[in-house]
């Protein structure tokens, strides 16, 4: 094993270096998922029901433990008792639920310690050791919030419990956004990363790119016939993604306050989508073709400009209260919960074709989809029955209730000749007769065999960051205020005369 004390850490020219990871694990190999953060809500109601979801099917080898590391004062026994609260046997028949889930708490570990002491990280280590006996292979998922990534990974590589070299076992780590809050920051917390974990070990996971539905856009697109012909500026007349919450931001005001829809949910998740929608179709189906086609998508849009994008904010509206008045908030704040946004991609496919963007919190559904509209017919031979045809719409909702749907005209049944608009709708839930895995037992299950094309690589993540820091920075310097809008309603006027300027409107 590498060890980091006597060695130093490691250094980007690792990276040049070819290699290959195992699809799978060996079955003499131990496995060892090490979550720093157990004792936050992440770990507890999506990590370890994932991790016990992926023991459940049999995914994991024979010598897996999960080691929870954090600051709070915890037994083995008092964490066990916590992870169970959130388990549930969706995969394991009714009758052998209680020994399954015995087996795997008794596989689950606790170490307290300091995020930033090398000697914490030790201690974990001597509480490893005895279990992994001999080879193992570390999964490290970091929990926790993105201003102590650097610090939590030196202190994990000076204590020697990185493997920096290919070989026979691998350290790897998933974290989670926000990367940063603009272009520098995220390119120096990428560069500090780097002198502990090689990119090639770096998971940089969005949890929505491990959403069956958003999976699907690539089958969709390139499995189906019909759909490529028609996937371009002569056929579309509009794309646009979805993301509203019918909530406030709650108890996360500390955080949404710094950081605003912008960086909290589009120069991730939505991009994320976006680039799936726009992007060419890859050579094949391996990490570097898939990423490499998102990446060609985000350097062909060009930065978002202060005229392209509205702000909003909630304010009070009955008993729900505004922005400014949520637990946390200064009275005067700037940050957005609203942004609505105007995008272009300079691709020969897409000339023509606006890309619009909208995400909210207290708004009046919770939503998540993607529509894209096609361009009317040019001629109307059924004008004796209706006026204008409506265009045709592919709607794709991510959340909730996963679906597909295609909006066509059809024929009203009966004898006269009566036209509709009807939908062709295929529900997950109903079409399907399995259970549908949860994002992270998919995202986790990827990182342990080394498939990285549902995760983010670096210039992926500096691409989309600048399409956003310069306006970011306006936005923040120049201390523009959002534009008000009540609690539970629709977000705010501004949005609607943004999309009609492009010619369009919400759909």
């Known amino acids: 094993m590498f060890n980091a ?151 994990m590589g000076r204590a020697g419990l990185v493997t920096c070299t290919p070989g026979k076992t691998w350290s790897r780590v998933i974290i989670e956004k926000p990367f940063g809050s603009d272009r520098e920051s995220s390119d120096r917390m990428a560069h500090e990363l780097a002198q502990a974990f090689p990119e090639r070990d770096i998971y940089r996971i969005d949890h929505y790119l491990g959403k069956e539905i958003i999976q699907n856009l690539l089958v969709l697109r390139f499995a189906n016939t019909i759909f490529e012909p028609l996937w371009n500026g002569r056929c579309i007349e509009q794309v646009q993604i979805t993301w509203k919450e019918n909530i406030g931001i709650g108890s996360r005001a500390g955080y949404f306050d710094e950081y605003g829809i912008i960086r909290d949910v589009i120069q991730n998740h939505m991009m994320q989508i976006l680039s799936l929608v726009a992007m060419e179709r890859p050579a094949t189906l391996n990490a570097q073709a898939i990423r490499d086609a998102k990446l060609d998508v985000l350097k062909h849009i060009p930065p978002l400009r202060l005229e392209d994008l509205v702000v909003g904010q909630y304010r009070r509206n009955g008993k729900n209260p505004s922005y400014n008045e949520e637990d946390g908030v200064p009275r005067d704040s700037v940050t957005p919960s609203y942004a609505a946004m105007a995008l272009r991609v300079d691709h020969a496919r897409w000339q023509g074709v606006p890309f619009l963007i909208r995400a909210g919190k207290g708004l009046n559904a919770r939503c998540n989809e993607i529509r894209i509209r096609f361009r009317p017919a040019t001629s109307n031979l059924f004008s004796g029955a209706l006026s204008s045809l409506p265009a045709n719409q592919l709607v794709i909702r991510v959340q909730p209730d996963e679906a597909v749907a295609l909006k066509v005209v059809s024929k009203v049944p009966g004898l006269k000749l009566t036209l509709a608009e009807t939908e062709l709708d295929l529900r997950y839930a109903t079409a399907f007769n399995v259970v549908i895995p949860e994002a992270y037992e998919g995202l986790i299950l990827d990182a342990i065999r080394g498939e990285k094309s549902l995760f983010i690589r670096s210039d992926e993540l500096a691409a989309a960051w600048d399409i956003f820091t310069p306006v970011l920075h306006e936005l923040e310097q120049r201390r523009i205020k959002p534009e008000p809008y009540d609690f539970g309603s629709d977000g705010p006027a501004a949005a609607g005369d943004l999309a009609a300027r492009h010619g369009v409107e919400w759909l």
């Open 5 to 155: 004390r006597n060695q130093g850490l490691c250094y980007a020219v690792i990276r040049n270096i070819n290699y290959s990871a195992s699809m799978d694990l060996e079955g003499k190999d131990a496995l060892s998922v090490i979550i720093v953060g157990a004792s936050g809500d992440l770990a507890r109601k999506k990590l370890l029901p994932a991790l016990f979801s992926l023991y459940s099917q049999g995914f994991m080898p024979d010598r897996f433990h999960v080691f929870g590391f954090a600051r709070s004062a915890m037994s083995h026994e008092e964490f066990r008792a916590r992870v169970g609260e959130h388990l549930t046997c969706r995969y394991v028949p009714e009758h052998d639920c209680e020994r399954k889930m015995a087996e795997f708490l008794s596989r689950c570990h606790y170490v307290q310690g300091s995020y930033d002491s090398p000697d914490s990280f030790m201690d974990l280590y001597q509480t490893m050791k005895p279990l992994e006996l001999g080879r193992a292979h570390r999964l490290y998922y970091l929990a926790i919030p993105p201003s102590i990534f650097v610090d939590v990974a030196r202190a």
